[in-house]
């Protein structure tokens, strides 16, 4: 089955530290992969996607993902994270471009100053 | 240009009953997906409409159905409410076109909590 996993469900940082999220999927085909951010209150938005071309991509606020294809992976990257990170942070892919998202069960992200 | 909007923003109802929420899309976006959240099973992918036809289904219960309108807003139904379909409910809106491929972003909307008691 098509399923995309987290393996951090709890980090907990102090500012100005790195922060590197894990994401995997376990399908084949065509592969789009999404960050989405959910802070707390509000609605989810997306930090960054992957269709194709190069492997590693720029999101906003300083967020970059490498797509590493032999590891079925998408992790998620800051050099410096501040306490406004502070969400909880979601991986999402679509398999064989069926227009439908499969979550991860999501990385909550504290960062204290 | 506005984003997803949805109402109501909280609904609150009990077993046996049945619910609608409403969602309108971006404006020019015709594909509009439906997410159920609850902390237990996460982010669950409901069904997705373009163009008034359901073109994807998640694996969710007969009970759970939806519509889209010639305008691309979306109605989500829930007959029969319960105890377990208390979630938050997710819009969302993207410019994916009439081939079913996922050619855009799905931009999400605030969000429907439903409490069923």
């Known amino acids: 089955a098509q399923s995309v996993s987290q393996h951090n469900h709890h980090v907990i940082l102090s500012e100005a530290a790195s922060l590197e999220l894990g994401c995997n999927y376990s399908?084949?085909?065509?592969?789009?992969l999404f960050w989405y951010v959910q802070y707390p209150g509000q609605h989810l938005q997306l930090l960054l996607k992957y269709f194709s071309g190069d492997p590693l991509v720029k999101g906003i606020k300083g967020f970059e993902a490498e797509f590493i294809k032999s590891k079925f992976s998408f992790n998620l990257r800051k050099p410096s994270v501040q306490w406004s990170d502070t969400a909880e942070y979601f991986c999402?892919?679509?398999?064989?471009?069926?227009?439908?998202?499969?979550f991860g069960a999501g990385t909550r992200l504290a960062v204290h100053p | 240009k506005a984003g997803v909007t949805q109402t109501p923003r909280y609904l609150i109802k009990t077993r046996g009953q049945q619910v609608t929420l409403s969602c309108s899309p971006i404006s020019g976006h015709r594909s509009v997906s439906w997410y159920q959240q609850t902390p237990g099973q996460g982010l669950q992918f409901l069904f997705e409409y373009f163009s008034e036809t359901q073109r994807n289904k998640g694996n969710f219960p007969g009970r759970f159905s939806g519509r889209q309108f010639s305008n691309s807003r979306s109605e989500m139904n829930v007959s029969t409410l319960e105890l377990g379909d208390s979630a938050l409910y997710l819009c969302a809106s993207s410019s994916s076109g009439p081939s079913g491929r996922l050619t855009d972003t799905q931009y999400f909307g605030p969000g429907t909590r439903l409490t069923v008691l």
């Open positions: 399908y084949g085909g065509t592969v789009n």
């Open positions: 999402a892919g679509v398999s064989g471009g069926y227009n439908k998202l499969i």
